[in-house]
């Protein structure tokens, strides 16, 4: 079950995408999200040092989307809300709000802007990759119930073998990204809603096609 501060990273993630889109759609550079290949989609320059210092610098929308949910996110980090903030209980093994310089205002200066939108290699941030990348394909359909639950599941597709579903969206939404991924992603299986979909899962296991 999705809730607490996960479902506000995957809601402020959903909205973050379809601003993106909107902007993007009225600025008449974008019909659909195969206008361009995913990973040629950048940020447009704005008037922030980190622009000016590095005028040849492309930012992909990927940075800029995981930029603003992590600022906003950390930013609201306090040391009285353990019990309350997910991603306070996920981080507090590895960081003392404590010891960030400046904080909160250090979410907004350049050495964290350089680090997000020009020094960290995708590679390094898979699940920022993936999150974005599904939901710029998704963005482009009609949202449904279960939007936000793709959008985090999706999350989970770097480290997943096979994924098995009776949702073909899903899984046409993890094809269109495959070919601007830079790692391994799930091997699809489609299945049938309901018991059928499960005598069907159950058959192509006991015929050795998915090893468990």
């Given at each position: 079950m999705i809730e607490g501060d996960e479902l506000k990273l995957g809601r402020e993630l959903l909205i973050s995408q379809r601003e993106d889109f909107k902007r993007l759609a009225k600025e008449k550079r974008l019909v659909s999200h195969n206008s361009l290949p995913m990973d040629k989609w950048?940020?447009?320059?704005d008037e922030r040092s980190f622009f000016?210092?590095?005028?040849?610098v492309q930012v992909g929308l990927w940075r800029s989307v995981s930029e603003r949910i992590w600022a906003r996110r950390l930013s609201n980090i306090t040391t009285n809300t353990l019990g309350e903030n997910t991603f306070l209980q996920w981080l507090s093994p590895f960081l003392d709000v404590s010891k960030i310089p400046n904080y909160p205002n250090y979410f907004t200066?350049?050495?964290?802007?350089s680090f997000w939108y020009?020094?960290?290699?995708?590679?390094?941030?898979?699940?920022?990759?993936?999150?974005w990348s599904f939901g710029f394909a998704q963005a482009f359909r009609k949202p449904t119930g279960g939007s936000l639950g793709d959008q985090q599941l999706s999350s989970h597709f770097t480290e997943t073998d096979v994924i098995v579903t009776a949702d073909k969206?899903?899984?046409q939404k993890l094809?269109?990204?495959r070919p601007f991924t830079k790692f391994d992603l799930p091997i699809p299986f489609h299945?049938?809603?309901?018991?059928?979909g499960l005598k069907h899962l159950i058959e192509y296991i006991q015929n050795d096609n998915i090893i468990l």
């Amino acid at each position: 079950m999705i809730e607490g501060d996960e479902l506000k990273l995957g809601r402020e993630l959903l909205i973050s995408q379809r601003e993106d889109f909107k902007r993007l759609a009225k600025e008449k550079r974008l019909v659909s999200h195969n206008s361009l290949p995913m990973d040629k989609w950048f940020l447009q320059p704005d008037e922030r040092s980190f622009f000016k210092q590095n005028e040849d610098v492309q930012v992909g929308l990927w940075r800029s989307v995981s930029e603003r949910i992590w600022a906003r996110r950390l930013s609201n980090i306090t040391t009285n809300t353990l019990g309350e903030n997910t991603f306070l209980q996920w981080l507090s093994p590895f960081l003392d709000v404590s010891k960030i310089p400046n904080y909160p205002n250090y979410f907004t200066n350049d050495d964290w802007i350089s680090f997000w939108y020009s020094e960290v290699k995708r590679e390094a941030l898979p699940r920022e990759w993936v999150r974005w990348s599904f939901g710029f394909a998704q963005a482009f359909r009609k949202p449904t119930g279960g939007s936000l639950g793709d959008q985090q599941l999706s999350s989970h597709f770097t480290e997943t073998d096979v994924i098995v579903t009776a949702d073909k969206a899903m899984l046409q939404k993890l094809e269109e990204i495959r070919p601007f991924t830079k790692f391994d992603l799930p091997i699809p299986f489609h299945v049938s809603a309901n018991m059928k979909g499960l005598k069907h899962l159950i058959e192509y296991i006991q015929n050795d096609n998915i090893i468990l």
